[in-house]
């Protein structure tokens, strides 16, 4: 048989078939107890993470591992990098898998909360009822991103030539070639917060960024404006959003995170003024179709050719293996 790849949750069905065809040898497809995870990392040349973690200490059973393809964007869910890079282990992500649907998830959230969707759906059903409440029309309002990736540069397009709303964004990192003409750069986030109408988080869930978005910048906020979280829990202070929509110091948020995983965040959905989905923006077929092609082209890449990732994360303190 050819070179084995674990893949704990299987990706597209047409995308698995595919590596069949080209002499891969699936293994532990569905089997993730920890104590498969060590039986298969100790036995492939390549695993595929979509929503598990793969910690040190497992890792180094991998002596044969090559290559830890994540099947979306956000690989620091999955892998600290530097672990895998002493080990000589690639970690590759598929950038461009997932950020139209995403985007097309934030556009909806950022519609559900601005027209008060979801709490006229829950309260019609109710016998008290509810009364019509003022909207925010997004024509003409400002949409602040933080972070400029894919998934924000799709979603202001969407809210720019759809909506005719315009387009503020703060990025410190990105190339000023990449950032649409329509999007005004700021110099801080704090004019991101205090000057735009709904505010839209995009910047990777890096542990560094733990709690970065606190009440110092909902502080900032007029009490009409909302807050969209697409990106990752970790970077929200969720007892100051809490404060904050109890209080009505802002008008309304939605999260795109999965409280189970992150409980913390639960008391968040008592709040009328809140909108949860169970990080789910990023499931189409369309976006599991690219990202399992992108996982295709990386595992041919690596193992098949003997290149490096064409979107590889793990340079720094890289150690080829022997």
Same mark, same amino acid.
């Given at each position: ?9 299987p %990706? &597209? &069905?047409? $995308?698995?078939k595919?590596?069949e065809?080209?002499g891969?040898e ?6 993730d ?6 039986? !298969?990392?100790?036995?492939c ?6 929503? #598990? ?13 090559k290559?830890?393809?994540? #099947?979306?964007v956000g ?15 690639y ?9 139209t649907?995403?985007?097309e998830?934030?556009v ?5 909360m601005?027209?008060?969707? +979801?709490?006229? &759906? ?7 009822g509810?009364?019509?409440?003022m ?6 309002a400002t ?5 400029l ?7 202001a397009?969407k809210? #720019? ?9 703060? /990025? ?10 329509? %999007? ?12 735009a /109408?709904?505010?839209?988080? #995009? ?5 560094a960024?733990r ?14 404006? !909302?807050?969209l ?5 970790i970077?929200?202070?969720?007892? &100051? ?14 999260a795109?995170? /999965?409280?189970?995983?992150?409980p913390?965040?639960?008391?968040l ?5 809140? %909108? ?16 399992g092609?992108n $996982?295709v082209?990386?595992? +041919? ?9 064409k ?12």
């Amino acid at each position: 048989m050819g070179y084995k790849i674990y893949a704990p949750k299987p %990706i &597209d &069905d047409e $995308c698995m078939k595919l590596l069949e065809q080209k002499g891969f040898e699936l293994i532990g497809v569905w089997q993730d107890s920890p104590e498969d995870m060590k039986k !298969y990392i100790a036995q492939c040349d390549a695993a595929i993470a979509r929503v #598990h973690f793969f910690p040190d200490e497992l890792l180094a059973l991998g002596k044969n591992m090559k290559l830890l393809q994540v #099947h979306g964007v956000g690989y620091q869910d999955h892998v600290v990098c530097a672990d895998a890079a002493k080990r000589g282990i690639y970690v590759a992500y598929s950038p461009y898998g997932n950020h139209t649907t995403v985007a097309e998830g934030a556009v909806g959230l950022t519609i559900a909360m601005t027209k008060h969707i +979801c709490e006229y &759906d829950r309260k019609v059903r109710t016998p008290e009822g509810i009364r019509a409440k003022m909207a925010l029309e997004l024509e003409g309002a400002t949409i602040g991103l933080l972070g400029l990736g894919n998934i924000a540069r799709s979603y202001a397009q969407k809210m #720019h030539y759809g909506m005719d709303a315009n387009i503020i964004g703060y /990025d410190p990192y990105i190339d000023p070639a990449f950032v649409p003409s329509y %999007i005004r750069m700021t110099d801080t986030m704090e004019e991101v917060f205090a000057q735009a /109408d709904v505010v839209s988080l #995009h910047i990777p869930g890096e542990t560094a960024n733990r709690g970065m978005i606190d009440r110092h910048f909902f502080g900032l906020m007029k009490p009409t404006a !909302y807050f969209l979280n697409t990106a990752r829990d970790i970077l929200v202070n969720n007892d &100051d959003l809490y404060q904050a929509l109890e209080s009505g110091s802002i008008a309304g948020a939605a999260a795109d995170v /999965d409280y189970t995983e992150f409980p913390g965040g639960r008391k968040l959905l008592e709040l009328p003024n809140f %909108i949860n989905t169970p990080h789910a923006m990023a499931f189409s077929w369309g976006s599991l179709r690219r990202s399992g092609m992108n $996982c295709v082209r990386e595992l +041919c890449r690596v193992l098949l050719e003997g290149k490096e990732p064409k979107y590889w994360v793990n340079q720094q303190g890289f150690v080829p293996k022997a």
